[in-house]
């Protein structure tokens, strides 16, 4: 099968003003019809450096998608430099001006004399239509490779894509041997990448096809298994039993599937159980009730959220006593069980969750420090409550106990879904 | 000058699983201090293709920044493949062996195995502190040329510019002929790109130095100016004249500068009034309390937020009548403004911000539309309600919803500041 490299073009993602959705989008599309991207470049809109980027991808690949730098203006020399690597030259199309013309006509003014560039076309391309834009896309054969030239315009260049570039490729590269790439990622919460590759080390090693990959997150981390095969059937074939081993090794820590949120997994087993909830909420200011509620349908299981930031808001809004709150401070165990059970008395509902805890950066005191977190649940006939020693910024603290809070609650649904 | 190639390394990346923000990132900081980054490129996690990447590096620019690739898993081979190019051997580093061990001994488990290859680094590299992770940075120099290697994690990854890497380049390479770059967003709440561009259209068109971008988020529009002159200081100054005449026709509607956000821009006017606030929510499920206190010292304005998101709930924790909810809906100015009211009487504080609405996909109601937003403020003398017809999904009404809300206050504290 071939091999591609992409060439994105434009100073300003070398200025990081944007970012380079284009090869990505591209990436994508040619993994699912099992085509191999192996490299990938940017650079700017100077000839020279375009050129030898264009001459070390034809080195490398049989396949070149390059994006951006076919405009009117001055700053676009993609066709430019492609022609000197091709040892070939730009010469007006007719038709393609034409067309450009009406473009123009179409939206009631005269085309710019600037356009014109864009009928430039070396002898021997083919030309890509654009339906959404002036600048043509370009195919061109060399020594038995093709370099595709697109537009950076994302919506003009993915529609090249769709409809010209992946079928051509599909119908000139494609052999019975041609095969798809499937993904599938695991999210794991709980654990650590290298925990995770600890457990799990063997299996990585023996399997090539699927092949695996960890990726850490702020706050997860994810297996990727990708397997190559001749359709997604025997992909997911290929996925299935790998899938049960590093499950059984792993359990409960993995939460999700593939884009699956942790609110997006809790909301399923709080609708499944019929459970509701109410939320009692200090450091994290409203996240996790605004996690919890993100989820349509929230309604039938979340009934009410309390921000208690300050001491007297814990007294007057969640019956924490305030004798705990001067014995043990609004941080501590006794004061995250007390907001649990009282979230739930007052809203009426079946389990009650509650956080305290230290965001930072100021309110550290003795023996509290930043990152102390309380985490309680209480339901009918009981609760739990757990310490947690966080790090990070603010930000990162209240994310953390906001997917800790989510966690504890999870696993208190698969126990009670597996108990009935 | 000297120049930069940044090269990505990860399979996912040419997959299309991940979008490249490191690169993005790295770019933007060596624009502001007049680095310029020339090429940019993509690899995957493969040995001898990361080996030719590196060693095309060396060949066309003098300062080499690689991402990713540092992890403690058997895909993780970056460093094996650099000390090929620079014709060097991977040593074990005791003390950096020391400061994983401690990391995972703090996090109270013991060190897998497979984490003693980050400690192994070529000898003569100077090595970069990672505070946020195990994988530290190193930088080597290479016949007068330097390769820095980074780990893919981007906050790691962040840090490591921001405290080391910009800070060398700047003492090493910096020339009295360098020019630097300087970007300034104003950020625009509350207008449409269209209507920005047609207010300023004719300073777009007649400054070429600054330049000027419009960039469209969900909630915002960004008007970028960018200057480029010998320094900070003189870009800055090319930039006022034109920041000034562009405020002069949007007025308030300039909500923030740069990486400002709403909610720090908020706090920072509740700040300084020192008035304190309470919030009442009810489709928004907690954001907007999550976004109040994101801001370190919320404590000092943020004092209860009630998440009343059912019937009852407005009832008994809000003291809104039932009266109101049965003759208007829960979704009524009538039921916001009892709302608004009835938090800022119970919190006892200055200020009281309410908001009711559906964010879908379910709870339309005749007359009642998904998007329909009813968004009260209320205060000692007087309050406010405003009806807003909202568009999207459930997350971005939700979203829209809470910076309208923000928005509704950041105007009301401006106007309160001006009075005075």
Known sequence: MASVEIVSIGTELLLGQILDTNSTYISQKLAEIGVDVFFKSSVGDNETRIENCIR???????????TGGLGPTVDD??????????????????KILEKIKNNFKHRGVSMPES?????????????IDNELGTAPGLLINHNSKIIILLPGVPREMKAMIENNVLPYIKKHYHS???????????????????????????????????????LADTTEVKIRLTAKAKDEIFALKLIA???????????????????????????????QS?????????????????????????????KRGIIAYSDESKVELLKVSPEAIRLF????????????????????????????????????????????????????????????????????????????????????????????
Chains 1, 2 share one sequence.
């Not at 356009?115 to 030309?127: D, F, K, L, R, T």
């Not at 994310?399 to 597996?418: H, S």
Request: proline share 3%.
């Open 176 to 214: 019975d041997k041609s095969e798809i790439i499937k993904s599938k990622v695991l999210k794991v919460f709980g654990m650590g990448e290298s925990m995770v590759d600890a457990k799990i080390l063997d299996i990585f090693k023996s399997s090539s096809n699927p092949s695996i990959a960890l």
């Open 329 to 420: 401070g609004a941080v501590s165990k006794q004061v995250a069980d007390a907001m649990a059970d009282g979230v739930r008395r007052i809203a009426n509902t079946d389990i009650g969750l509650a956080v305290t805890g230290i965001a930072g950066p100021s309110g550290e005191r003795e023996g509290k420090p930043v990152g102390l977190v309380y985490i309680a649940m209480a339901w009918k006939d009981s609760s739990i409550c757990d310490e947690y020693k966080l790090k990070g910024d603010r930000i990162l603290i209240k994310e953390q106990t906001a997917q800790l809070a989510l966690d504890v609650l999870r696993r208190y649904l698969l126990k009670m879904q597996n108990v009935k």
């Open 77 to 94: 020399v993609t066709k430019n430099a492609v022609v000197k690597v091709l040892g070939k030259r730009l010469f007006l199309n007719e």
């Open 56 to 66: 070390q991808a034809f080195e490398r690949a049989d396949i070149i998608i390059v």
């Open 241 to 271: 039993p790998l899938e049960k081993d590093i499950r059984n090794r792993l359990r409960d820590s993995i939460f999700a599937v593939d884009d699956e949120t942790m609110e997006y997994v809790v909301a399923k087993l709080l609708l």
């Open 115 to 127: 356009n014109v560039s864009q009928a430039m076309i070396p002898h021997g391309a083919i030309i």
């Open 274 to 302: 019929k459970l509701t909830i109410s939320v009692a909420e200090s450091h994290t200011g409203g996240f996790i009730s605004h996690k919890l509620t993100n989820i349509p349908d929230s309604s039938k299981y979340f």
